[in-house]
């Protein structure tokens, strides 16, 4: 079992743990919010203005907490492969560089 990876701590690797990430970041969040540090209104550009790359478009910009945890930020696809090569070291700035199509929506 070892060999084949199916025990994670085994693995000398990052996993990708997809949607227990959801419930670890929606909880972080939360917390986060309760401690009066954001809202779910605030633009990510305001929560995390180091991250922001110079050519991020309007629409990038008016992306919510409130739309990252609701899963409507305008990404139609899953671009975090191509992401993680781009930009290894900072995949909060190349999410943010992607338009969303056509724009963020309410949930």
Known sequence: MRSKGFLLAAV?????????TKSVTSIAVGLAIADGLFSLDDRVVDV???HVPA????QGR?????????MTAGHRTD???EAWQLEPGDLVNERA???SNPQPSDP
């Open 79 to 81: 671009t975090l492969a």
């Open 12 to 20: 000398p690797r990052p996993h990708l743990l997809y949607s227990l």
């Open 62 to 70: 008016q992306i919510s907490v409130h739309h990252l945890l609701s």
């Open 97 to 99: 560089r992607r338009d």
């Open 55 to 58: 050519d991020i478009s309007e």
């Open 48 to 50: 995390l203005p180091d």
